[in-house]
Each structure stands twice: as C-alpha cells, then as structure tokens.
C-alpha cells in the first residue's frame, strides 16, 4: 500500500518532515531522557549522533550555555527546528520540485530494497520456525510474533535510512559540474609502468 501511495502522489514532503521529526526525536530521547535531569544528559553524545546522522553541526552547549532557560523540552523543540532549518536551507540550493522528485524516488527505491530483504528474511523464519516445537513453543504463534517484530523493525529502518540518505545527499548545480569541466588539468604529469 506505502508502495501505490508513493507512485500516485509527486509530493511526499509532509510524510518526510513527519518521518524525520520521528527519527530526530528517538535521536534525542536516547541522549537526552524524558524527564531526566539535566546533569542526565549527554548533549556531546548528542551533537556527534545529529552530525554523523544528518550531517548537521549543533552546539547544544553553547546553546544551553546561552539560555539557561532552556529545558529538556524547550531543547527538544530547538534541535528539531535546526533540524528542520537545515533541511530547508538544502532545499534552497535546489528547486522544490526537484528536491520532491529526489525524495519520492529516494524512499520509493530504499522501500523495494527493504522489501526485498524482509522477503527473503520471512523465507529464512519459515524455513526455521519448526525448530521452535522442539523448545516447547508454539510454532505458529512465534512466526507471527517474531514476523510482526521483522516488519515494524524494516518500517523504522526504511524510515531511517531515507532520513539520513536526503540528509546528506550533495546536489550538484550547473555552476558546480560547469567549474569542474573549466578548471585546467594538471600540466605536469608523469606516467611510469613497469616493465
């Protein structure tokens, strides 16, 4: 069904902020526990998961140095607005119809190869659920459970790596590739191969 949905729709911009706004916030809860102290926190641990995942630098001590009215909330909302921000800066660089064709065929394309991979993971479960009657278990209802576990886990992982591939994908303007195919090669190379 996601599947049909993406091929009859051009804009998914409202389900990619949605699934971004999941991931930053699974992100942030893992360093920055609800209802923890602040003493709790690991905003290092943090701005080093918001750069390798997004691409992004964040000062989340200055900026708690900053503002000493700054809660696990307010926080929340700050990093996931620079989140956002950044997204919106990138989508600038490039035209908004061209950044919602590279997001639908993102996702449409890390969607079949996760569905593929599930199938071949639903193959490998069947073929050795048998096994779970010899450990005084029902067969059938492991399959559904650990099945269920599997198809949540491969939505979270779709979700994720769409996240974190537009996150950092370069875009290249004509001016970009027109510097390149202008600059001067090298005037003095050698060659040497042996013999």
């Known amino acids: 069904e996601w599947r049909n949905e993406l091929l009859e729709t051009d804009d998914i911009a409202a389900d990619i902020q949605s699934m971004r706004n999941d991931i930053v916030h699974g992100l942030y809860d893992s360093f920055i526990p609800p209802g923890s102290l602040d003493e709790m926190w690991e905003t290092h641990g943090l701005r080093d998961a918001l750069e390798h995942e997004f691409g992004i630098t964040a000062d989340i001590g200055r900026w708690l140095e900053e503002d000493q009215t700054l809660n696990e909330e307010s926080l929340r909302d700050k990093v996931t607005e620079h989140v956002e921000q950044t997204s919106r800066d990138r989508e600038k660089v490039i035209t908004p119809d061209l950044m919602r064709r590279i997001e639908r065929d993102f996702m449409l394309d890390v969607l079949d190869r996760h569905w593929k991979e599930h199938l071949i993971a639903m193959d490998h479960l069947r073929q050795g659920i048998g096994l779970r009657s010899f450990a005084a278990k029902k067969p059938e209802q492991e399959y ?20 974190t591939i537009l996150a950092k994908v370069q875009i290249r303007t004509e001016q970009d590739v027109e510097a390149v195919e202008n600059r001067s090669p090298e005037q003095h190379m050698s060659f040497n191969h042996p013999s």
């Open 144 to 163: 559904k459970r650990e099945a269920f576990d599997m198809f949540e886990k491969m939505l979270e992982n779709i979700k994720h790596e769409v996240i």
